[in-house]
């Protein structure tokens, strides 16, 4: 072959090369359009619920106010609030539409990381089908409409593991800007949520188990760490707060929180209902929805595990910082809160992106055929649980706007709100749009002090151990005349009173 043809040959191949990369760029572009388009819609369509209202009404305060109030909310962290304030500032207050969008940017921005990190380390086609199972899945879909910190905590996290592996691997990558940015990283993720720390060791441990490849670059992660951690020195008195403050009595299932988890993962929050009146019986609604929970552990657990299988054996390294994510987080604090309550599944959510990518590659291993009845299960099941999550009433949060307005509905002049527990005020007082007068009551010897030639209406969510007995003293006190009792999220009751006659 003349030189001419090999230069041409040459020029073809890189024509063909970059018009495949420009095709998956593509097809990605278009995946984050749906992806947005799916979070986008009916943003404000459910009340916000408790944690989110916080989130709203601690991000509108001023800065010092706001650190203040940061620290005084147990187990919190001021990033995201912080963002919430900024964010605020330029789209608008007091509106759920608003704060919910930042979460929908920050949920599309860890879609395009996951998909980068994928094409970086693995390829186009699986980072492609990564970033198509997250735009469609209905645990991201979920956190990406959340008002909470939860997709903030993603970006920060993917941004840190993508530095750290590319230092690992790639000795132009070790400069100072880089561990600059992760010692940054590693700040900032601590500073969104505090179980940051579990995802950060995950990555520590890939590191030791990664020798000696890790060895050139160790010294200087480790000294970028540590930077880290001095940034986040000012807020360890409140972290030590939050660990003497005896975990969350609330906490339910721990022991099952690494299995409901992973199911939370494939098919978000809409696919078993778990209410109110559920939510302390997991294992029997697991049993009342057996064939559902069946199929989707048979789909979801054999591909996760043909995704890792396939790690094993053709990226060895990938395989140990993605299991470590997975898998390191969920055992540690699983066995710390046996005595010390702190797990939920909401925590682990910096993992539901490696999680896809797991998915992702496990498809890919698949013969054709195969690939194509596993990936129309995992549409079917996604489809499933979207379609509940989009339009059945079951599914959702505190249904606050309900609430509030069957309240005014009935109240006459004269007529007091009691709001238990007290804190929940910010929440009635957000949806509520009349003038009724409130107060918080927290034990049953505040009874005592109503005026019993008046009206009142108890209203209740995230009930305290003294509702039993706030109860009793206003039945004892009054008659009861009317009530009101939604199921969702941690339900809402209210109880109207009326004087003895």
Wanted: some cysteine.
């Amino acid at each position: 072959m003349t030189d001419a043809a090999v230069s041409r040959a040459a020029a073809a191949g890189a024509s063909s090369r970059a018009g495949v990369r420009a095709g998956g760029l593509g097809i990605a572009a278009a995946l984050l359009v749906v992806a947005v388009l799916l979070r986008a819609v009916a943003l404000d369509r459910q009340s916000l619920w408790l944690d989110e209202l916080l989130a709203l009404w601690i991000g509108q305060q001023e800065l010092g106010v706001l650190l203040e109030r940061t620290r005084g909310v147990t187990g919190q962290s001021p990033l995201y609030y912080l963002f919430i304030r900024a964010w605020s500032d330029v789209f608008g207050r007091d509106s759920d539409l608003v704060v919910r969008a930042l979460s929908v940017v920050l949920g599309a921005l860890s879609l395009a990381q996951i998909y980068a990190f994928a094409r970086r380390f693995l390829d186009t086609e699986r980072a492609t089908l990564t970033l198509a199972l997250l735009a469609l899945s209905p645990a991201h879909l979920y956190f990406s409409q959340e008002a909470r910190m939860y997709p903030l905590l993603m970006v920060l996290f993917l941004a840190f593991t993508h530095l750290v592996l590319s230092a690992v691997r790639d000795p132009g990558a070790r400069g100072l800007p880089r561990m600059a940015a992760i010692a940054l990283l590693s700040a900032a993720t601590m500073y969104t949520h505090y179980y940051a720390a579990l995802f950060i060791l995950a990555v520590d441990f890939f590191l030791l188990v990664s020798w000696p490849a890790s060895r050139p670059v160790l010294p200087r992660l480790v000294l970028a760490q540590a930077a880290g951690a001095v940034l986040y020195v000012p807020w360890i008195p409140a972290l030590l707060h939050a660990a003497g403050s005896g975990g969350n009595p609330f906490i339910r299932f721990v022991g099952l929180k690494g299995v409901y988890t992973a199911f939370v993962f494939s098919l978000g929050y809409s696919a078993v209902v778990l209410d109110a009146d559920h939510k302390d019986e997991i294992l029997q609604v697991f049993r009342a929805h057996a064939p559902l929970v069946a199929v989707a552990g048979i789909v979801f657990g054999f591909l996760t595990l043909r995704g890792l299988l396939w790690l094993w054996r053709r990226e060895r390294q990938l395989f140990a910082l993605v299991a470590s994510i997975l898998f390191l987080p969920v055992a540690i604090s699983t066995v710390v809160s046996v005595k010390f309550p702190i797990i939920s599944e909401r925590y682990f959510t910096p993992a539901l992106p490696f999680f896809g990518l797991v998915l992702a590659c496990g498809l890919m291993d698949l013969k054709r055929s195969w690939r194509a009845l596993a990936a129309a299960a995992v549409l079917a099941l996604f489809a499933f649980s979207l379609g509940r999550y989009y339009f059945d009433d079951r599914f959702g949060h505190h249904d606050w706007k309900r609430a509030t307005a069957w309240l005014e509905e009935r109240r006459t002049p004269g007529e007091t709100v009691l709001l238990h527990p007290a804190f929940i005020a910010y929440g009635f007082d957000h949806y509520r749009r009349g003038d009724a007068p409130t107060r918080g009551i927290d034990d049953a010897a505040a009874v005592a002090e109503l005026r019993s030639d008046e009206g009142y209406f108890l209203f209740v969510t995230h009930p305290r151990p003294a509702l039993d007995g706030i109860v009793s003293a206003l039945d004892a006190r009054f008659q009861r005349v009317d009530e009101l009792w939604l199921p969702r999220g941690e339900g809402i009751r209210v109880l109207r009173y009326a004087p003895r006659r």
